[in-house]
């Protein structure tokens, strides 16, 4: 239960204090006294967004914080464990603080029993504590998309362990499905992939392709190109080397002169060596010039050959040579034989892949089948429990709207044809909507065409009722929800949320003096004007303050005397309700 909620320079509270006791604690107070602020607070405790404007006036921060007795089983076993491994149950277990703060910069922090914790965790932790129920939450009821959610918590472990058991088989087809999309596409696609590779690798291997042969082949084409200019300076340079009277001839005759001479002076004999040197490199360049010109084919269809090589290199380069090899210095976007050798290596290696994976494509194939199979029957098996409870929830409502003063009314669960194929959603596989049909003869249809807005606030209250009892959330809060609900139906609404509250705690703000009567703790909120400024303040009613409170909703704030008389009735009816309750 909720011991203490502690409310620090939010809005116009400066600071306020709730103490709520266990059974029904009505709020009540003038229009724009600040009710709704109290409950902002909540909202915002509990995870809601917040802005700067919430924060004092003057002020550069705002703190709430709610102090809960946590009772055995009220926190999911699951949470309560991870708690525990957190230590954030350290100390006193049976105690919970949850507090926000929230500053001018725009930054809130959260702390769990004076540990941070995320705003995650906060929204986990206070939605096992307390539920919100506000004036708009009747709106929700026209969203067919809630209302899957609301059999499901009203239905409770049935459906549950159903739904759980569905999201554990749709968790091994999803992983399956994400395992053969990895092994490549379907496999009409992973066919036409193999095709095209492996068309790809025969394509390259077929050119037997050599590192840099297009820069050979392109210096052979500048050598045919010019072969007549070459084989004449060949013959011309052979001849000046070789011939008589040439260079070697020269270099000969000066060699034996030099010998002359060595014998008569050593130093002139140092001379012998660079002529027998130069004597025999030119020889040897002689020797290679004559090999040069006798190598020197002369071929006319060489050159078509070799533009004919460096025309099915092109067309490779151009297909798989623009993108990047890593021993390859290209400029990225420049074409080369490196290029296409590393896109070979890639398309061999995904072709590798996919071959490899087509044994176990049709594995992962045959056994998706299988899992949908038995996801189909999950979702079936889930359907039937939803089904089930709502013939259920459907008998209940009706009851319960019967009391609202909706007598004539027929409720309704209208299940959809179930949706069997993929993509499946973790709800399962049903579509529901709720429907009405306010009066006799007439056909059921949907809320949203036929619920007015107190009809709608008493359909609210009907369901939240129920969800209330099916739940056991310890705390449950109501701001307002019932607006457009008068008279006879009036003390209804109150007689339900004192049922409600009996052995849990719910605190109800309400104009409506069928409500107030029948408190367990009664609190005026309020606002005061102090040195200038406004403060919202709360206060728990005595008595006499109880009965003064509960005129002034009956009369406007006139204090009639008949007002004053007619409370006490309500409020002696509203004792002997409550005895009866507890009896």
Known sequence: MLIHLHVQDFALIESLDLQPETGLSIITGETGAGKSILVDAILALLGGRMSRDQIRSGQQSCRIEALFQLQPGVLDLQLAEQLELEDLLAGNPQELLLVREYNQNGRSVFRLNDRIITSATARIVSSALLDIHGQHDNQLIFDAGTHLDLLDRFAGKPVAAARLHWQDVLAEY????????????????????????????????????????????????????NQERIVQALSEGADLLSADNGAVYSLAEALSRVDYIARYSERLAKLRQPLTEALELTRTTASELTDALQRIELDPAALERIDERLDVLYRLKSKYGMGTAGNDSTPAGTPSLAKVLAYRQKAASRLATLLA????????????????????????????????????????????????????????????????????RSSGLDKLEFLLSPNPGEPERPLARIASGGEAARIMLAIKVILARADRTPVLIFDEIDTGVSGQTAIRVAEKLSALAHGRQVLCITHLPQIAALADQHFLIAKQVEAERTRTKITAL???????????????????????????????????????RSS
Do not use: W
Not at 181 to 203: K, T
Not at 358 to 381: D, P, V
Not at 396 to 407: A, Q, Y
């Open 542 to 580: 005595t008595a006499e303050g109880r009965l003064d409170e509960i005129a002034r909703l009956l009369s406007g704030g006139t204090g009639a005397d008949q007002a004053r008389s007619l409370a006490q009735e309500l409020l002696k009816s509203g004792e002997k309700f409550r005895q009866s």
């Open 174 to 225: 999803n992983r399956c499905s994400a395992e053969l999309a990895e092994l490549g596409l379907d496999p009409a696609a992973r066919a036409r992939a193999i095709d095209m590779l492996q068309y790809q690798v025969n394509e390259i291997d077929a050119a037997q392709i050599k590192p840099d042969e297009d820069e050979q082949l392109q210096e052979q084409r500048r050598v045919r190109q």
């Open 357 to 424: 994976g087509e044994k176990r494509a049709r594995e992962l194939n045959t056994e998706l089948a299988r899992i949908q199979e038995e996801l189909i029957s999950a979702g079936e098996q889930l359907h039937q429990a939803r089904t089930a409870a709502g013939a259920e929830l459907a008998q209940r409502i009706t009851c319960e709207l019967s009391d609202l003063g909706m007598k004539s009314v027929r409720f309704s669960v209208h299940f959809e044809n179930l949706v069997k194929q993929p993509p499946f």
